[in-house]
């Protein structure tokens, strides 16, 4: 190789060598820029999930109630695709937004699907959950009271251990302490 092959080769390295992070800082910037207003320009339909030691299914004079006691102070949130986010929040979060804003929770309940720990399944090892609505929750002693609609007329009353309740957020969501700001 002659001199003046070895200095363009050797001149060529170092352009390359002080570029390439510029070049690599500002394809991440572009990346993350478009990655923000992509996200600012969906809807975020969060989902949430409740979980309680035990919950009891009543009947009185204005309907059913479903009363989740030994309730986790944590919710677990999540999007829908094509968003990818999840985490926590606390329940008291949930339930101070679950009458804010237009077209909240309070004034558009929510769908809701309730599994307990014994639910029995059938020959093909399939169980259902009770799709329900949730209105007007309330603080009680030891956990949430909550109004409640069958979505399939399968109500049944009693005391059910290892709950969950999966709470459909339709587009709809509260803020709940700020999630929607990421």
Known sequence: MNTLTRLTVSLMLVGLTCTAPIMANAATEVATASKASHKGAQKVSLLFVLRAETAVI???DSGYTLTLEGIDNKVLYFADRPVRLAGFITMDNLMNDWAKGANSFQDNPPNAAFVHGNLKTNDKGMA???????MNPVASV????FRLKSLDGTISMGTYNRVSVFIDGRNKCPDVGGILDY
């Open 128 to 134: 259902a959950a009770t799709p329900l609505e949730l």
């Open 142 to 145: 030891n956990g949430w009271m």
């Open 58 to 60: 009543a009947k009185d």
